[in-house]
């Protein structure tokens, strides 16, 4: 078993795949310097092996944002060779145009969290790294040609606000973030996409709205229902749809991720501290 494709996903992600009668090639939980990693699923699909990692928890959600272990999720999939991760995500939406139950490949983030850590690099003199384009670009450019035909809207790009949870946001604080020029607001992309790139990982995300975010339609607060009346039944019916398709968008997009030659930045993210001789070829020695 050789995987070179990770997806990190949300909530029990294997269990479509293995209702599907996906061939299993096992499953790991591996020991990193920052603690145990979710536990890593690995299969194998048209003689494509990947790894499944599901950030919240494999049975419901049982880690909130704030408190997922980034670095070890992502220690692990580079202790196994992983080189390329495809992010699923579930954010609230800034703009009308993003719908729930789209799909967007986000090209930006703007952080206006608090969270922590950000990096692997901690009381070191490297770490100085270009963050734009901040996702794989030849990962983008694959998940927009092979989402053609998907009965989903595919928005080409999008700015990610990255907040701080468990916490929704304010009305005020969805507000500012309209005028700082965002498209989504979520908590589970930072700080992984930093930590990824610190790695050298090419990594891009693939999004879908689950809402329209706080205050940007008028929704009447509804105790005990999900989101609180944030999102309306339609709209979670479009967003049930979307998560059903999961696996076969997943299944749909990962050869030609898989095949991309990685000709864009990511590989060499770090060149000019190994060329420095301030990092060394194992990246063993490099994180902290
Ligand atoms: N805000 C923050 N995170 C989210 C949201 C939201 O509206 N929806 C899904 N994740």
Known sequence: MNPKIAVIARVGAHRPFEAAGL???????????????????????KGL????????GEAGYEISAPFLNAKANLYALKALGIQKILAWVAPGSLQEELAPGDLVIPHDVLDEGR??????FTGVGWGFIRHNPLFCPEMRASLLESLQGVPFKV??????VATTGPRLETAAEIRKFRVLGGDLVGQTLVPEVFLARELEFCYAALTYVVNYAEGLLNR?????????GLATPEEMAKVSALEAAFPELILKVLPALAAAPRA???PRLLERYRLRGDIGEDWRTWVR
């Not at 092996?49 to 919240?56: K, N």
């Not at 009447?220 to 609180?228: D, K, N, R």
């Open 264 to 266: 864009c930045p990511c």
């Open 155 to 160: 928005h080409p790009q999008g700015v990610y």
């Open 49 to 56: 092996e990947f790894a499944l990692l599901s950030r919240h």
């Open 23 to 45: 061939e299993q090639l096992g499953v790991q939980v591996l020991e990193t310097p920052y603690g145990p990693s979710r536990p890593l699923h690995f299969f194998r699909h």
């Open 220 to 228: 009447p607060y509804q105790p005990g229902v999900l989101f609180e």
């Open 115 to 120: 969270g922590g850590p950000h990096t692997f």
